[in-house]
Nanobody
Framework: QVRLVESGGGSVQAGGSLRLSCAAS????????MAWFRQVPGKEREGVAS??????KHADSVKGRFTISQDNAKNMLYLQMNNLTSEDTAMYYC???????????????????WGQGTQVTVSS
């Protein structure tokens, strides 16, 4: 099982930016899906963005503000977050080992590995 470690979270004012990073202990299959999810207490985990060799998708709530990317040579996944709002406050999780055909659907149950999460807090 791939070990994932997120970093880059923190506190920022509304309108600010953060870049989350996720370091994977090893590379997965070339077609595997990786994704970012977020969760606030009392709510279900929400898919934010996903990426595979077939393409990438961003949730409507972050489209135009967040960008997912990956560096396969370094086994890294990134989430650039711009124009943050208080609604983006959540624990952000990196996920790996998902099926590429499920990638655009943000199905949390399809991912084999999860990181421990990094907190993002946006103050208005």
């Amino acid at each position: 099982q791939v070990r994932l470690v997120e970093s880059g979270g923190g506190s920022v004012q509304a309108g600010g930016s953060l870049r989350l990073s996720c370091a994977a202990s090893e590379s997965g299959d070339s077609d595997d899906c990786m994704a970012w999810f977020r969760q606030v207490p009392g709510k279900e985990r929400e898919g934010v963005a996903s990426i595979s060799s077939r393409g990438r998708k961003h949730a409507d709530s972050v489209k135009g503000r967040f960008t997912i990317s990956q560096d396969n040579a370094k086994n890294m996944l990134y989430l650039q977050m711009n124009n943050l709002t208080s609604e983006d406050t959540a624990m952000y999780y990196c996920a790996a080992g998902g099926s590429w055909w499920l990638c655009p659907r943000f199905e949390a149950g399809s991912f084999a590995s999860w990181g421990q999460g990094t907190q993002v807090t946006v103050s208005s």
